[in-house]
Structures are given as C-alpha cells and as structure tokens.
C-alpha cells in the first residue's frame, strides 16, 4: 500500500468571507465575521498545489449541508434497489436527455446511471419515487454550481489570471449537471466500475457513499480516495488542463468495485458551453514566450470523440480517444 494520500483542503475561511461579502452586498444581515485573509490565501496554496500535483483533492467545510448530501445518497439507494421494472419506467436516458439508464453490456463497466440537469430544465426525467428524491436533487443541484463558480474563483486567482477571466469565458451554465451512479458488487473475475479515463470538462465534484472504489493514479501509482463524511472530492478536468497549458493537472482515475456490496456516488460536472474555442490562454504562451502545448479545439467535437470512444472502445487502453488527440509534441523533447 502506498502512503501517499490527496490532500483534504478546509474550505471554511472562503466560505465565511463569500457568506459576509453577499450579506454586505443584499444590505441585509451584517456578518461579524472578520474576513479571514490569511485563512484564504492558506486555502489558495494549498488547492493551487493540489492542482499542480495531483489535479485531484478532496474539499470539507464546503456550505452543503452534509443531511443534504447523504439524504441524496440514501434517496439514490433506495431508487436503485428498485426493480428494473420500476426504474425504466424513467428510462433509457441517453445524454443529453435525462433518465436511468444500464451500462450497455457489450462495456466493462457494470454500473447504472441517471443524468440530472439544472432543476425545470426539460431534459430532465427524474423518478417520481422514492419521494422527495426530485425535491432533493433540485435543492443541491444549484449548491453544487455555485460552489463550483466558488472553485473557480479560487482557480482563477492561483492561475494570476485577471480577475473574472474564467468567469467571463466559461459563461455559460446550460450543459452543467449531476450524474448518480450506482455500482454493482464486484465478481469474482471482474470489478471495474468505471475504466480509468480523465473528465473532459472545468472541474468535477464527487460525492461518493462509504463503500469506497475510487481511485487516482498519481505517480504511476494508484491512490485510493477512501470515503470520509459529509467529504466532496474535486477533480481538474482536461479543460482546465490545456487553458493553463498544463499547469494544473487533470488526473486520472477510475472506479474499482467492491466484492458483496454496491456502491452509490455523484459526479457533478462544471461544464464549458460546446461552441466554445478551447486553446491554451496567451497567459501561459505568448505572453511569456512559452509554446502552447495543445492546438485549439471547439469543445463540441472533443465531447462528440470522448462520447464514441466511450459507446465503442479501442481493444488498447493506450488508443482511447482523450485530450493527448490535441497534444502538439514537442521535437526537442524527444
Ligand atoms: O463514482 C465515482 O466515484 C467517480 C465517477 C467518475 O469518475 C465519473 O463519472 O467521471
Ligand atoms: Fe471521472
């Protein structure tokens, strides 16, 4: 077993410091609490570090109330032991609609999965039971985007970009969404959940049950996350990794499942808009005479390859379509 562990980042000294800021700008309740500067620029290293190496990190004190985050695990569990009968009463969802939906057979990956987009949107296809469960995802579906701008703030600022640089690029919240997923107990000769791979989009968050699986490559070598309470787990994605053209890391990782027991997790995923141009920011290339090392895409047609490579994989892990398609390799390094 290896010791290395990803850092856990305490995420409460931003937290007070937005709460006072948006209390001060709606002119109503007056916070006490002195912003803390320190605490934030303590908060701004670490998470800029956890970047850098890892592109992996888990998050605490992060302003989701934690009954709201297990209430929507357990709400999930109860829905998958469901008969299959019930549960496709709201399915098949294929993205970008809504809806349950098993992972076909032909993959390895045994889960079953539901997307859920921002709440009213009409994409949507949640279970009319267990009840409560649409009234819950509704509630933390808005927490999670607004802790992911928060994340993103953070970003911006440890990247020295100007301020609102990301914000004002990555404008546009309509492909945000959550996707819950259920895993099946391993056998005796198979247990991937989900095959390594890397998330395509800004940053993700991980909600993940006590059963455990997740796992981050790091150094060649594979880290478990182990689960920890009322925890969120925050991934870089590969967009974030060529806009800073490689500082920040999108890491990859994967899923393996456990023998006797199922697992339940959230992704949410922090999404650019498709049309959007995606190339290393002059930032990190020719405003500091570096070359860029990805040449630019639309966002489109990188989701569209990630999409068929996923439904019809190559035999090779090593040929799977990811972000290394848009790679410029450097002669020199050679
Ligand atoms: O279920 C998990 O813990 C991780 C899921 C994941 O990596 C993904 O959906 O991209
Ligand atoms: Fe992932």
Redo the contacts with the bound molecule.
């Keep these: 077993m290896g010791s290395a562990i990803i850092p856990t980042i305490d995420l409460s000294p931003l937290i007070a410091a937005t709460e006072y800021t948006k209390s001060q700008a709606a002119g109503t309740v007056k916070s006490n609490r002195p912003v803390n500067k320190i605490g934030t620029e303590t908060v701004k290293k670490e998470l800029s570090r956890a970047c850098r190496e890892y592109g992996f990190f888990q998050i605490v004190n992060h302003g989701i109330p934690v009954e709201l985050l297990n209430r929507s695990l357990e709400l999930a569990k109860t829905f998958y032991g469901y008969p299959d009968e019930e549960k496709m009463k709201r399915g098949p969802g294929a993205p970008p609609k809504g809806g349950f939906t098993k992972n076909p057979q032909h993959l390895p990956d045994r889960n079953e999965f539901m997307y859920i987009f921002e709440p009213g949107s009409p994409k949507n296809v949640i279970p009319e039971n267990p009840p409560q469960f649409k009234e819950v995802l509704e509630d933390i579906f808005p927490q999670y985007r607004n802790l992911a701008s928060l994340i993103e703030d953070i970003i911006n600022d440890c990247l020295e970009l100007p301020p609102n640089f990301l914000k004002e690029y990555n404008d546009s919240r309509d492909y945000d969404h959550l ?1 819950s ?1 259920h895993y099946l107990p391993a056998s005796d000769f198979e247990n991937s959940g ?1 095959v390594e ?1 890397e ?1 395509g989009n800004i940053v ?1 968050f ?1 909600l ?1 049950d006590d059963v455990g699986g ?1 796992e981050v490559l790091h150094k060649g070598k594979w880290i478990p996350v182990p689960p920890a309470p009322s925890t969120l787990v925050v991934n870089v994605g590969d967009t974030l990794q060529v806009l800073s053209n490689n500082r920040f890391k999108s890491a990859t ?1 994967r ?1 393996v499942r456990q023998k006797g027991t199922t697992r339940n ?1 959230y ?1 949410f995923f922090y999404v650019l808009d498709v049309d959007k141009w995606v190339e290393p920011l002059p930032h990190f290339t020719t405003h500091i005479g570096e070359p860029p090392q990805y040449r630019g895409f639309y966002y489109k047609d990188f989701v569209q390859g990630r999409i068929q490579d996923r439904l019809n994989p190559p035999a090779r892990l090593e040929d799977r379509f990811c972000i290394k398609h848009y790679a410029i390799s450097t002669s020199s390094g050679a």
């Design positions: 996707l997923l989900k791979h998330d993700t991980v993940q997740l990782h899923v997790s992704a």
